[in-house]
């Protein structure tokens, strides 16, 4: 509740701090202050200090899952703002006006990790997406931008349609929004519910760009400016799944045959298209869209499994890919060719810089010593532990082989390869110390992940 | 201590090699390190007796049933000094190479050599599998930053052939791991799974785990990445691939597939020795028509792997000490064929035949010397290569199959025709009218001719006196034996 109530009020302040403030430096400042303080609070509540208490009356429910969840997409944030911040200020004139929006976004994050009614999940996944249309479209002379927000918008709601219907169908056969109300199971779940329940899947797989919903993914992630991008897949994706997990464990966990196919079935297609589709593209930002969709095939296997194992290793995971994600988008920002030849010899260049971009790649591939490893692991594991899934973990794997050629690419580039001309990249010395701190936080998990698994068990 | 310290070493010492930026001092720095691994692995074998100080247990991933457990057996002695000899042979060889960046291409070299070193002491599927992957970076970045011109492709159809391989290998480790009575990656509930395990699962997950140690080795038909990796790669990455990497495949077969997994192994074993045999004979015939010395050094270490394979399938204590005994051999010889084939490229700037020929006349010491090699590589009498054939072939001829003959014959084939690739490599490149292309060839310099009668000496003393290694890992032989031996006292095996 502290993260939530704060996050809405700091959005406000953040408003008016730009008419306020003259100079955009302060602002960035502020905002940062502002997630610093919403990191603090949200620290107290797991320890068990609530500032406020309202009575929700049972549609939320603040556990440490959801907690932890909210200082792990506090935290991915703050690490997103001190790298990219400076650079939303080449996006367009309405600077304190996306930060605003951030801490809107991280309002309606905190309500979907935390959700026990229908209704605030739908709350929740609205106040993420109206923000981020705004977002996309944000470059406003840019035609990609507003193609990309126009499409994201139109798609959006279709799907926002979809859920709705659905949780009207739940409605009409529980009577209740509430999950405790839903997921007790008499006899045969009825039509009407499985109905409801598969609208819930597809438009939650919508969200998370599952294939076979995932064809506004690529367009928007691309046409949209690259730092807000950063934000979308990052951030913004994992939110959906822990709501995702949430939902499907709380609420359907009574029902698992009933979804437990198809779950599977596009699971294996989200691998198959974002990694294959993957591998042809020439841009480097469209090549992470479709990568955010492959990866988003391995969180699935989360939901699939639907275990201890699968839920703590859908936090490693998400905290695993954001940080390796937004360290390449925010290298990705900084650059003038997002072709794969920008890189050309940019190691030659900026050796330091070219190291960390290794390590984020090397984490998005899977290579032991990198948190992206024991996210992957955790996932199989997790899978496998499910029973009966063998061939799925064979895909996953296969799948996780083929992703190798398109993300060493970066590194074929960087290091093995000379720039016809020379691609000029400044970077200040703060941006590089901080993705520094990214790295550092990917290898440390890779090698200790009991420091994140300790949050669980003390 | 001793197995922590002989990974710890080569890591430390690795990492601080990308800090230092005079060439000179990289070297001395590198060449350094190998000495006190070397020094480190052999008070592991004669100094320090005491089991307490040869193994380590560190809590580490307690949580997903992982430990760092790493020991010093006398497998992992045995590699663990063909290892730190190996590096120590390797970079005297090449102390005058020159390099771009030496400073990352010696850091590269010590974090592989650090994770080869984990590879043989880990005692525990999880840690196996992270120093597998770790051995795996270094190269792939050594390989496509240092090697020829087609390097980019060729490493990366490389790391991609042993990733698909190793991560495989991940999703049987995982099952097994679910299986255990503990919930735990260590070798020792592994090995309780040997008779626990229905036959149905021990068929499939046997190939799970042997395809990433067939591409290793590797065994046909998975080899078809190394001969572009071994030319193209820079020489001295070479001979680490060819001459210690490839006994992690064999380390795999030796210390997990086989023991864990014995009734699978047994089940397949006429699959793969076939295998194994065709690869041996189609790699000396190919080797017998080409005329590249690096083709064919590589093609000749495809041959005598699978000859090693075959003798492991082959479950019995002959068999077995051969195989140990080679496989240090192996290392050895094949590591002193690479340095001399590094020398003649630097020299000349090719190991093709047609520009080479004659060259005893030039360097008479280096022709000497590759003779000697040449010949261990054949297995002559009185060279290190002899004993460990022999003690194959012996084991081979014990198999318990009808075919066993054939299987004999087949591997006897093999050798005759590496000896004849081998002598008519050496009539091409060292006798013979010397080839109007060489002009100004230089017989070795001191660091080389150190290295090479290093390499030597090596082979004439095992070859005259192998008891040394066998007597080191005659126990280890015995209890392998003995372990897979239990299946045949299994009611399932009844049924196979």
């Known amino acids: ?135 996309t479209g944000s470059d406003k002379l840019n035609l990609k931008s507003n193609e990309a927000s126009l499409k994201y918008f139109l798609q959006g709601s279709f799907s926002t349609g979809l859920m709705l219907m659905g949780i009207a169908f739940i409605y009409g056969d529980k009577g209740s929004f509430l999950t405790s109300v839903i997921a007790p199971l008499n006899g045969l779940p009825s039509a009407l519910l499985i109905a409801g329940m598969l609208l819930l899947l597809f438009s939650m797989a919508f969200k998370a760009s599952a294939a076979p919903f995932h064809f506004w993914t690529p367009d928007v992630y691309d046409g949209a400016p690259t730092v807000f991008t950063s934000y979308m897949a990052t951030i913004v994706k994992a939110a959906v799944f822990i709501a995702f997990i949430r939902l499907f464990d709380e609420a359907f966990g009574n029902l698992q ?202 | 201590m001793i197995a922590v310290l002989l990974i710890l070493i080569p890591l430390i010492t690795g990492l601080a090699t990308f800090f230092i930026r005079n060439d000179k001092l990289v070297k001395a720095w590198s060449l350094f390190a190998t000495v006190i691994t070397l020094a480190v692995s052999i ?59 030496s400073y990352n291409f010696y850091g590269l070299m010590l974090l592989a050599l650090s994770g080869l070193m984990g590879v043989y002491l880990a005692m525990d599927a999880l840690l196996l599998y992270f120093f597998w992957e770790l051995t795996l970076i270094p190269v792939y970045f050594l390989c496509s930053q240092w090697g020829g011109e087609r390097r980019i492709a060729v490493t990366f159809k490389f790391f991609v052939y042993t990733f698909l391989g190793s991560i495989l290998m991940l999703v049987g480790i995982l099952y097994l791991q679910s299986k255990t009575a503990d919930h735990s990656f260590s070798i020792k509930s592994f090995y309780e799974l040997q008779t626990t395990l229905s036959k149905g699962d021990q068929s499939w997950l046997f190939w799970l785990f042997f395809i990433a140690f067939a591409v290793k080795m590797p065994i046909f038909p998975f080899h078809t990445w190394q001969p572009d990796t071994y030319q193209q790669s820079p020489t001295s990455t070479t001979m680490v691939l060819s001459g210690l990497m490839v006994k992690m495949g064999l380390l795999g077969l030796i210390r997990w597939l086989v023991p864990i997994l014995s009734i699978g192994a047994e089940m397949w074993s006429y699959t793969v020795i076939p295998l194994a045999l065709i690869g041996l004979i189609y790699a000396s015939l190919i080797a017998l028509r080409l005329s590249d010395m690096k083709l064919i050094i590589a093609y000749s270490s495809i041959a005598h792997v699978a000859l090693m394979c075959v003798a492991v399938f082959a479950s019995n204590e002959i068999a077995m000490q051969g195989v140990l005994l080679q496989m240090f051999n192996h290392g050895i010889n094949i590591i002193g064929m690479w340095m001399v084939a590094d020398m003649i490229e630097k020299r000349t700037g090719t190991t093709k035949f047609s520009g080479l020929g004659g060259l005893a006349q030039k360097a008479p010491t280096m022709a000497i010397f590759f003779v000697i090699i040449s010949l261990a590589n054949i297995a002559l009498p009185l060279t290190n290569g002899f004993a460990g054939e022999f003690l194959m072939f012996t084991g081979i001829m014990k198999i318990h199959s009808p075919y066993y003959l054939w299987f004999t014959i087949a591997a006897c084939a093999g050798v005759v025709l590496g000896a004849a690739y081998t002598l008519r490599m050496v009539r091409k490149i060292f006798y013979g009218e010397l080839s109007t292309e060489v002009t100004g060839f230089e017989d070795v310099s001191l660091n080389e001719k150190l290295a090479l ?44």
């Open chain 2, 43 to 101: 008070s592991g074998i004669w100094l320090v007796k005491d089991a307490k100080y040869l193994e380590h247990h560190g809590t580490w991933l307690q949580i997903l049933g992982s430990s760092f457990s790493v020991k010093l057996d006398a497998l992992g002695q045995l590699l663990c000094l063909l290892t730190a000899i190996g590096y120590f042979l390797i970079f005297t060889a090449t102390w005058k190479n020159v390099y771009s960046k």
């Open chain 1, 257 to 458: 045959h009933v979804w437990k196919l198809t779950i599977a079935i596009i699971t294996v297609a989200t691998l198959f298209i974002g990694n294959i589709t993957a591998v042809f593209q020439q841009s480097v930002k469209r090549m992470l869209a479709y990568s955010s969709i492959s990866q988003a095939g391995f969180m699935l296997l989360a939901i699939y499994s639907m275990n201890t194992d699968g839920k703590e290793g859908l936090l490693l995971y998400v905290i695993a890919y954001s940080l390796a994600t937004i360290g390449l988008f925010a290298v990705l920002a900084k650059m003038s060719d997002y072709s794969y030849d920008g890189f050309n010899g940019l190691a030659r260049q900026q050796p330091f810089l070219a190291m960390l971009i290794t390590i984020f790649v090397l984490s998005l591939s899977g290579i032991p010593l990198t948190a992206g490893f024991l996210s992957k692991f955790l996932m199989l594991k997790a899978t496998l532990a499910a029973g009966g899934s063998l061939w799925l973990v064979i895909v996953a794997v296969v799948m996780a082989v083929i992703s190798i050629s398109y993300y060493f690419r970066i590194l074929q580039a960087m290091y093995f390869k000379n720039a016809e001309k020379e691609n000029i990249i400044i970077v200040s010395s703060q941006f590089k110390w901080t993705l520094a701190v990214l790295a550092t936080l990917l290898i440390l998990l890779g090698i200790f992940p009991n420091l994140f698994f300790g949050f669980f068990y003390f």
């Open chain 1, 1 to 135: 509740m502290n993260a939530l109530i704060i996050s809405a009020v700091w959005g406000v302040v953040m408003m008016f701090s730009g008419i306020l403030l003259k100079q955009k430096s302060a602002v960035r400042n502020l905002a940062i202050a502002g997630m610093v303080l919403l990191l603090v609070v949200n620290i107290f509540e797991t320890n068990g200090t609530a500032f406020f208490n309202v009575d929700t009356r049972g549609m939320m429910y603040f556990d440490r899952f959801a907690l932890i969840f909210n200082s792990i997409a506090i935290m991915l944030s703050l690490l997103f703002l001190l790298l990219s911040a400076k650079d939303m200020e080449k996006v367009g004139i309405n600077y304190a006006e996306y930060l605003a929006l951030i801490f809107f976004i991280l309002c309606g994050i905190v309500l979907t990790s935390s959700f026990k009614s229908l209704l605030i999940l739908f709350l929740g996944i609205e106040i993420i997406s109206i923000p981020l249309y705004i977002l």
């Open chain 2, 453 to 496: 009668s290093l390499v030597v000496i090596l082979i004439l003393v095992l070859g005259i006196y192998p008891q040394a290694i066998l007597n080191m890992t005659d126990s280890f032989s015995k209890d392998f034996i003995e372990r897979i031996n239990i299946i045949q006292f299994l009611p399932s095996k009844t049924g196979i």
